[in-house]
């Protein structure tokens, strides 16, 4: 299984700043998602991370507020923009091979003021 | 859209085991997930069934798929107090994209 690596782990922000969270992986992965877990809430899938081209949003989800960069087969970063209180949260990557099992990073805990 | 469902809580007693059920509704699911998160950590992947098998056993987990109600159940025997956490069951939505569709998650309390 893949190693994976958040950066940071935790982080307390002020309203309206941003925050760029990294993924790192250990091996080459074809597959990299960005998923957000509220308080007391399951995940839900914010984004396909695409090497080298423009990031998949699922709906309810947008650019301007998760600028998402992967540029290269190991590497993905997240930016929560402009953050308000409601995107306190835990930010997970995860990654996977077609037709194979998904892994998961530690996780992001996030805390808006 | 495609939708995962779980039980919210279940409690036993140590020694006992526990039988926690998920329904799904993506006939196209390729794969089926069960993961554990412990307080303040991240998702484990504790086992994974292919769509075309009816049972999977690892140790003490065994996991069960009944493909025509679209029931998928985690059975771990022999439970213990760490076994206490969320367990999560996911659905790779759409084939094999990698999109995962969670259930709300099924938390176990263990009690000694």
């Known amino acids: 299984s893949a190693v994976i690596s958040q950066k940071p782990s935790r982080d307390i922000c002020q309203r309206g700043t941003s925050l760029t969270i990294q993924c790192q992986v250990d091996s080459q992965v074809t597959m990299m998602f960005w998923y957000r877990q509220q308080p007391g809430q399951s995940l839900t899938l914010i984004a396909t991370a695409n090497q080298g081209s423009e990031a998949t949003y699922e709906s309810g989800f947008v650019i301007d507020k998760f600028p998402i960069s992967r540029p290269n087969l190991t590497f993905s970063t997240l930016t929560v923009s402009n953050m308000s209180p409601e995107d306190s949260s835990i930010y997970l990557c995860?990654?996977?091979?077609?037709?194979?099992?998904?892994?998961f990073g530690p996780g992001t805990r996030l805390t808006v003021l | 859209g495609e939708d995962v469902e779980q039980s919210l809580f279940l409690s036993v007693r140590e020694g006992d085991s526990s039988v926690i059920n998920c329904t799904y509704t993506d006939s196209s699911s390729t794969y089926l997930y069960w993961y554990k998160q412990e307080p303040g950590a991240g998702l484990q992947l504790l086992t994974y069934?292919?769509?075309?098998?009816d049972m999977k056993q690892d140790q003490r987990l065994t996991v069960l798929l009944n493909k025509k109600d679209k029931h998928l159940s985690l059975r771990i025997a022999d439970t213990q107090t760490g076994d206490s956490a969320i367990y999560f069951c996911a659905d790779s939505a759409h084939g094999n994209t990698g999109k995962l569709i969670f259930g709300q998650g099924t938390t176990l309390q263990v009690k000694p």
């Open positions: 069934i292919f769509s075309n098998m």
């Open positions: 995860s990654v996977g091979q077609p037709l194979d099992t998904q892994y």
